[in-house]
Each structure stands twice: as C-alpha cells, then as structure tokens.
C-alpha cells in the first residue's frame, strides 16, 4: 500500500510540475521546443517584454496565457498581448487561439516533430479579419547526456485584415540552441529572421536567454535581444513567469 500510495504521489507531482526545459514563445525568446506541456496539465503563463523599435518608438508588450494539456502528446493555449507604449498597437487585445500537437519522441537520428496552429481573432484595436499562423517545430539533442539540445521553428502567417500598405503572407525563421545547466537553470540562445506586416521590411534579432526553476510550479525567465539589420528593434528585454497548477 505504501509503494502504490509512493507511486500516486510521485505520477501527480510530475504531471504537475512546471517543465524548466520545456521552451515556449516569449519565455525568454521567441524559440519554441517540440514537446508539449503535460497530458491533463495547466500552467498560466506571462511575459513583458519591451522593445525600443526601428522608427524610434518603443513598445512594451504585456501578454498573460493559459497553456492546457487537452490530450497526450497536445496541447491548447489562449493568449491576449496588451501593447503599451508610444509605438503603433493595433492589434491590441486579439484573442489568439492556439493548438499544438507533437508527433514523435526523438531518436538517435531522428528530431522530435510538432506542429501549432493558431488563430487571433479581432477583439483588438483597429483588428480586422481572423489573422492565421502555422507553424513547424524540430528539436533534436545534440549531446549524449542530453543537455545540449538543437531547434528548428518555421512558420506561415497569414494577415486577414491586412491594409494597403501591409503584407497578405509572412514567413519566420528561427534556429536556436539550448543547454541544461545544473538541475534547475537552462540557457537559450537563438536566430530570428522574421517578415513584419509593412511591405519592405523584414528584421533579423538575435536573443539570448536563460530559465530558472524557482520551485517545482513556478518558472522565471529572462532574455534581451539586439537587432542586426536596419528594419530590427535597436533592443529587447524580457520578463517571463509561469505557475503549474
């Protein structure tokens, strides 16, 4: 009875530990892993980031999100970025609705697979039209002890609403690289090649991050980023927290 009582408490605690090396967008860059939160698992999410932007306004970003696990190997999130600043924020407020879903363990040759799909609604400021984002995730470790871990992100973004001067399809690129540090602490550090809605302009960022498990629910992380093309923020600076529950 004590073993089987043992193996209870262990099995809830791990689905209800928040997972320090599991990456997720904005927590502390843009790079995503392709594994998903715990099958039955729940975990609010936020992140503040500030960005000093190429036309000299700057933008601070306040996002909160629930992340749910709805299926084994899935997982759903609901997200709504509030913009602050002097910088353009339309698009403030759009409920975004996201679906995620992992294909395979990786293997000795082979990357684990995902795939999200996503849809921001129009309950923002000045939204037009249901914006889509689909999106390609690999991840493969690179090490035998498994610490130093390989990631690939690749998505499609159509703009619904878009406007005269903005695009109808948009493209990101990310390639990252993540390593465990002790039992607690993951390091971060990836490439972003991204489209932005006007027409001409595309940013390259480089970010660099790190992710610390304060308690076995509770994460923190923080990460900055400088731009390296003409269209890029100058900067970016970013807050996460996540609690398990």
Not at 8 to 25: I, K, Q
Not at 126 to 135: N, S, V, W, Y
Not at 216 to 230: I, N
Request: aromatic share 8%; hydrophobic share 40%.
């Amino acid at each position: 009875m004590k073993i089987s009582f043992a193996a209870l408490v262990a099995t809830c605690s791990s689905l209800l530990a928040a997972d320090h090396l599991n990456l997720e967008e904005g927590l502390p860059t843009q790079l995503e892993d392709a594994y998903p939160i715990a099958y039955r698992g729940r975990e609010i999410q936020t992140h503040l980031s500030y960005e000093h932007v190429d036309d000299g306004t700057d933008r601070v970003t306040l996002q909160p999100q629930f992340e749910f696990g709805f299926a084994p190997n899935a997982q759903g999130k609901i997200t709504v970025p509030f913009y602050l600043g002097d910088a353009d924020k339309k698009n403030s407020g759009n409920i975004g609705l996201e679906a995620f879903y992992n294909f395979n363990t990786e293997g000795i040759s082979i990357p684990a697979f995902a795939l999200s799909a996503r849809a921001d609604l129009p309950t923002g400021r000045e939204a037009a039209g249901i914006d889509t984002t689909l999106k390609a995730i690999a991840t493969k470790s690179v090490s035998r002890t498994g610490l130093d871990r390989v990631h690939l992100n690749a998505a499609w973004k159509r703009n619904a609403g878009r406007g005269p001067m903005e695009r109808e399809h948009m493209y990101q690129m990310i390639a990252g690289y993540s390593r465990r540090l002790g039992a607690d602490t993951v390091i971060v550090a990836d490439y972003v090649r991204e489209q932005e809605e006007e027409k001409g302009k595309t940013f390259d960022i480089i970010e660099l991050g790190v992710r610390r498990q304060l308690t076995p629910l509770t994460v923190l992380s923080a990460g900055a980023g400088a731009g390296v093309s003409k269209d890029s923020p100058d900067v970016r600076f970013t807050l996460g927290f996540q609690k398990s529950f």
